[in-house]
C-alpha cells in the first residue's frame, strides 16, 4: 500500500513541478516580443512547418492517451464497486494527475500555435514593403522552444502517471497474470 500512495504522492508533485515550469516558461515567451528578428525566407517557413508538425504529432498522441483513458474508465462503467473504492484513491489519484497532464500538453501545444501565428502575422503586417527583407521574430529562440518542450514532457510524465495508475488499478483488481 506505501508503494501505491508513494506513486499518487509523487504524481502530484510531478503535476505540480510541470506546472510551475510551464507557468515560467509562458512568462519567458510572453516577455520575448523584443527579441532581434530573424530574416523570414524559405529555409525559416520549412523550420517553422517541421516544428509545428512535430508539436501537431505530440498533440495528436495526447489526444490519442486521453481517448484510450476515457475508454478505460467507460469500461470499468460494469464495475463501478472498482471505480470508486476508497482502497484505489492512490490509482484513482495517479490517473487524473496523468489526464490532468495530458490536457495540459494540450494547452502548451495551443499556446505554440499561438505564438508562432502571432510572429507569422507581425511577419506580414510589418514587412509589407517590396524593399525591405521579411523579418520576423525568433520563434527558434529558446523561449518558444520551451512550450514544445513542456507540451513533450506533459505527454511523457501523463503518460507514465497513467500506465501506473492502469496498471496498478490492474493488480489491485485481480486482473494480474492469475497466479497466487
Not at 114 to 138: F, Q, V, W, Y
Given at each position: ?18 506546472l ?23 529555409a ?18 495526447t ?7 476515457a ?5 470499468k ?32 501545444y ?27 521574430a ?9 512550450l ?19 496498471f ?13
Amino acid at each position: 500500500m506505501w508503494f501505491r500512495v508513494t506513486l499518487a504522492v509523487g504524481s502530484v508533485g510531478v503535476v505540480g513541478w510541470r506546472l510551475f515550469s510551464l507557468g515560467w516558461s509562458l512568462g519567458a515567451v510572453a516577455s520575448t516580443t523584443s527579441t532581434e528578428g530573424i530574416p523570414y525566407n524559405e529555409a525559416v517557413q520549412k523550420g517553422v512547418e517541421l516544428l509545428v508538425q512535430q508539436s501537431d504529432s505530440w498533440a495528436r498522441a495526447t489526444a490519442f492517451l486521453i481517448a484510450v483513458l476515457a475508454g478505460l474508465w467507460i469500461a470499468k462503467g460494469d464495475r463501478p464497486h472498482l471505480v470508486l473504492q476508497w482502497k484505489l484513491w492512490p490509482e484513482i489519484v495517479m490517473w487524473f494527475a496523468g489526464l490532468f497532464m495530458l490536457c495540459a500538453g494540450l494547452y502548451c501545444y495551443n499556446q505554440y500555435l499561438d505564438h508562432i501565428a502571432n510572429a507569422l502575422e507581425a511577419c506580414g503586417r510589418t514587412s509589407a514593403g517590396a524593399t525591405t527583407p521579411k523579418t520576423i521574430a525568433n520563434v527558434f529562440h529558446t523561449n518558444y522552444e520551451a512550450l514544445r518542450a513542456e507540451q513533450f514532457w506533459f505527454l511523457v510524465c501523463g503518460t507514465s502517471a497513467s500506465c501506473l495508475a492502469v496498471f496498478s488499478l490492474k493488480n489491485q483488481s485481480g486482473g494480474g497474470n492469475g497466479r497466487a
